[in-house]
């Protein structure tokens, strides 16, 4: 095992010269981390460092890594079939999946599709109210509003409902469907201007669609669920459906298990994925209201929905995701994202004093510390991994949104880190 710090393996120095990145300048891109192992909230380097994870991947392990329960499900569903198409064939674990995730979201909300990635469930959605309009001999209904701050993808329909402006997708504006942005009505002007928007663009407009409570990669940008049900009350009003892209929020990680039924709102569709296989394999659904599923319905076959991703139902995946789901009935996760809001609260207070610190807000299991400015985010990325800790900051965020299942000490090691890091 080579010295912290002071080699790579081979297959990472080989390899870098053909791999692409994500979001990343590929010039000056620094390497990557070599990962050999995880466990629980940790990751273990190649050469023996460990790192307490704040990320949990992107949000999706939110069990923490190895979770044996997911693990066994996995090795007995790979035994058994790893995956068949999903035209023509069924098996138990996409179906009991589906019927698992109707029952615990609110209302009917009861059609699920499965895909593989949060950007072409949210494509789905986005081509369910195009067509459930057309279907109802509705024309011109083709565009979306959506949200300043927002992100949905990065797909082209997804990329259009992104912030135009601050988003990391705008200089595509000229190659992207002209949709409806709007500020998000916070008070009753920005209601009122919302209102007024809606009324000028309602022929047109097919649905409102947002990220519920949080807006995640914008900014982790947080709002009340009194906005929710202003959406809700404009969509009725309007006659618009309304989607919730609950990929970033669903499964516990703003407090309650999903955010709609907190807010106490039946959106036409919502959108899952991140946690849905507590961070083991890619899957993604869309899920529809009854009346979104009837306007599909008919004699003619061309009122059909004409999806279907290869890989759609993936078996392993879908035992993931139902032996996840096992877990949110089993354990107290809720608590844990409880006590982690607590931990978050008291751990990161300390930041709000610090100078160049904008805001510091808690929702659920995520924190974020807004900065004026990072003027250099890769010193501030060495920094944190000097402590231990795994954290990414972006824009002028630092962030945690940890496994639920983290220990109160390595959630204490993690919001140190980023007081630790800040103050000098
Ligand atoms: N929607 C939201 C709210 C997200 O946070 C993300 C990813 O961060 C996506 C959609 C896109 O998901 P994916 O990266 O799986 O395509």
């Known amino acids: 095992m080579p010295q912290p710090g002071t080699a790579e393996p081979a297959w990472l120095t080989d390899g870098f010269d053909h791999i692409w990145l994500p979001y990343a300048q590929m010039k000056t891109a620094p390497r990557p981390l070599p990962v050999v192992a995880s466990c629980g909230s940790r990751l273990m380097l190649d050469d023996g460092r460990v790192l307490i994870d704040g990320i949990a991947s992107w949000w999706t392990a939110c069990h923490g890594y190895n979770h044996p329960h997911i693990a066994a499900a996995l090795t007995a569903q790979l035994a058994q079939m790893p995956h068949v198409m999903f035209g023509g064939l069924a098996h138990e674990q996409a179906y009991k999946l589906a019927s698992r995730l109707s029952a615990l979201l609110p209302g009917d909300l009861e059609r699920v599709f499965f895909t593989e990635s949060g950007s072409v469930s949210v494509e789905v959605a986005m081509k369910m109210a195009l067509q459930y309009w057309m279907n109802k001999g509705v024309a011109g209904r083709l565009k979306f509003l959506s949200f300043r701050g927002g992100y949905h993808g990065d797909t082209f329909a997804t990329m259009a409902v992104c912030d135009p402006d601050e988003g990391m997708h705008r200089q595509f504006a000229g190659a992207l469907a002209q949709q409806v942005i709007a500020d998000l009505p916070r008070d009753a002007a920005s209601l009122a201007a919302l209102r007024d928007l809606i009324a000028r663009h309602r022929n047109e407009l097919a649905a409102i669609i947002i990220e519920p409570r949080v807006q995640g990669a914008g900014g982790m940008i947080f709002h009340a669920d009194d906005v929710l049900r202003h959406l809700r009350a404009l969509a009725d009003e309007f006659d618009l459906l309304l989607i919730f892209d609950e990929i970033f929020t ?132 060495r920094a944190f991994i000097d402590k231990g800790v795994w954290v990414r900051p972006f824009g002028n965020i630092v962030y945690l949104t940890p496994a639920f299942t983290i220990s109160a000490d390595e959630l204490g090691q993690l919001t140190s880190a980023i007081c630790d890091v800040l103050s000098a």
């Open 250 to 381: 669903g499964f516990g990680r703003t407090g309650a298990l999903f955010a709609c039924a907190a807010a106490g709102i039946v959106p036409d569709i919502v959108t899952l994925s991140k946690a849905l296989t507590g961070g083991t394999l890619p899957l993604a659904a869309t899920i529809a209201r009854k009346h979104i599923f009837d306007a599909f319905l008919d004699d003619d076959a061309g009122k059909a929905l004409m999806h279907g991703p290869t890989y759609m139902g993936n078996a392993l995946a879908c035992a993931a995701a139902n032996a996840s789901l096992d877990l949110f009935e089993r354990d107290s996760r809720l608590q844990q994202v409880a006590e982690i809001s607590a931990g978050l609260e008291q751990g990161l207070n300390p930041c709000r004093s610090l100078p160049g610190v904008k805001d510091v807000r808690i929702m659920g299991a995520i924190g974020v510390v807004e900065l004026t400015q990072i003027r250099d985010r890769r010193i501030l990325q």
